[in-house]
């Protein structure tokens, strides 16, 4: 492989990790960002949009994106994306009511999204089957250090800036990374070269002017929308581009006007242009290629999903409060994108893509893994809130760190042991470390946290399942062909991340139940207290129903562990990732 090469994966690998610390680092701007937006910090499930918007973006979109790069090329994905978190970012800085921030999230969940199919697919393209297990346990090592990087670097920027500058750190690494990768260039070998596909030019030639000043007019206009300047607005001349020409809308100002024509003017240069800086018909044709019927009706049922799982409170609802209607919708998309595949010609997933057995398994494995993840992801602060931490969700946030910090770990050694003894007995020895690191977790108490042995049940946790990411990777794209590797890719974080929201709604039925079923022994506040309406005493009764919540969820994880490790064994038994037996394998189905 080429320096070229290894560099361009490099570069992919470092965004996916930024996209991924920024999945986090939100949770603690979160308070601020909702004050900005003049939502009472009390208030706090008027923000679920802010997180589930990002999430909306991030997975309905996934399976459309894996197909494109697969149609049109794994680098102008890449790039595409990073220019889509970049003005995600921008958006999300600049954002002052909550539509507005909630549009900037949804913009970031699409690019940081976009970049995880495009990067693994395009390990597959640079390595062969028999090498592949190392590097993708690389690549999901760095993904996972952005996350155990995300809040530390929230904490930082906090301690020294608003919630703003966050999200303009990232404009200027993903502006950064764009333009580096805006560069590159590759030789002759057909492995090497297959990055730069189709639709990609790389530098060359007088861009459009007309084109770079029509956008440069949008941004600038556009921002004094967002910032509104306090010096403008008491300027007797400038002000008035202020003033709304009717009602109080912000757009329907002279300055918003402008912003909104000089955008769709752009749009329309890129259209018509005949070295447009965006390739719209080009996009536009990959979209329509990669079927857009199928991708809508894919999206509009993970969206049906993730808005009737991740817009609840997970600590008093299993559903939001239209989540039925959601489900409903969903299973209606569901149902058309079913007999959508069947009819067309050139579905959105080809037909016979996932027909080998390591491939669909990798789906369902995937799944289970996110089942388990999300208790660790959510109940770890959750844990560390109720009992020592519970004037602190900094202090929470900083105990599921030492989880994070083992599963880079893991995900390299996952990618060695893959090559080695195969994908499902790496990924069945992940899943019990993940049992064995949630069995120790349903043994804490009160003061556990408090103590070193608390780290063991964390550690081996994310040990566990950094070893299982690899493999799982591994397996579908050794099992699936080269022209749907991006798809795949897609497929199995979308799986994942279902089973993250599915997971964490069944585990919280499952917790709840124990919660009011301990309070069912409880004896009465009065009785407790003396009379009184609260003490020290009943809110220790509480906090102790709490943990036993908490026991049944790691308790729940663990089964869900130990399924994700006895389907791996099952569906993967055949799967072997060097590329002789996985070139024999697809050459007889």
Known sequence: MS?????????????????????????????????????????????????????????????????????????????MALVVF??????????????????????????GGGLVPATLALVADLYPADRRSVPLGIVSAVQEIGSVLGPLFGALVLSVADWRAIFLVNLAVGLLLAAALRTMRFGTNPRESRPQTRGFRPIEGVPDIVGGLLLALTLVTGSLVFVRPASLMRDVTWGEMFVPFTGDGRWLTPVGVVAMASGLLFVVRCV???????????????????????????????????????????KVQVFADNGWWYLLGAMVASALLVWHLRRDDAP???????????????????????????????????????????????????????????????AVIGGYLSRTIGAGPTTATGMGFAA???????????????HWHANLGLVIGGLGFGLALAPVNAAVLAYTDDDVHGLASALVVVSRMVGMLVGISALTVIGLRRYYSEQDNFPTVRDVCDGKSRCKEFTLLLKQAGIAQEHTVFLGAAVCAVIAGVLALVLFRQARTDSISAREALSAH
């Open 348 to 410: 959105l997933i080809p037909h016979g893509a996932l027909r080998r057995t390591p491939a669909w398994g990798a789906l369902l494995v995937s799944f289970f893994v996110g089942a388990a993840l999300i208790a660790a992801l959510i109940d770890i602060p959750l844990f560390a809130r109720t009992t020592i931490y519970a004037d602190s969700q900094l202090m929470a946030a900083l105990v599921l760190v030492r989880f994070l910090i083992a599963l880079p770990v893991g």
């Open 86 to 111: 970049a003005f995600g970012s921008l958006v999300t800085a600049l954002a002052y009511d909550m539509p507005s921030m909630v549009s900037g999230r949804f913009l970031q969940g699409v690019g």
């Open 272 to 314: 018509t242009a005949r070295r447009p800086l965006v390739d719209v018909r080009g996009w536009v044709g990959s979209m329509r290629e990669a079927d857009l019927t199928g991708s809508l009706l894919l999206a509009a049922a993970l969206s049906g999903v993730i808005l009737a799982f991740a817009t609840a409170d997970p």
């Open 436 to 450: 064995t690191g949630f069995v120790l977790m349903s043994r804490w108490d009160l003061t556990s946290l408090e």
């Open 3 to 79: 320096r070229n090469s290894r560099l361009l994966l490099g570069l992919a690998a470092v965004a996916v990790a930024f996209a991924a610390a920024d999945t986090y680092v939100v949770v603690l701007a979160l308070p601020d960002m909702m004050a900005s937006a003049g939502v009472p910090v009390e208030e706090l499930q008027r923000a679920a949009p802010v997180i589930s918007g990002f999430l909306l973006g991030y997975v309905a979109m996934l399976p459309l994106i894996g197909r494109i790069a697969d149609l049109r090329g794994r680098l102008p994905v890449l790039l």
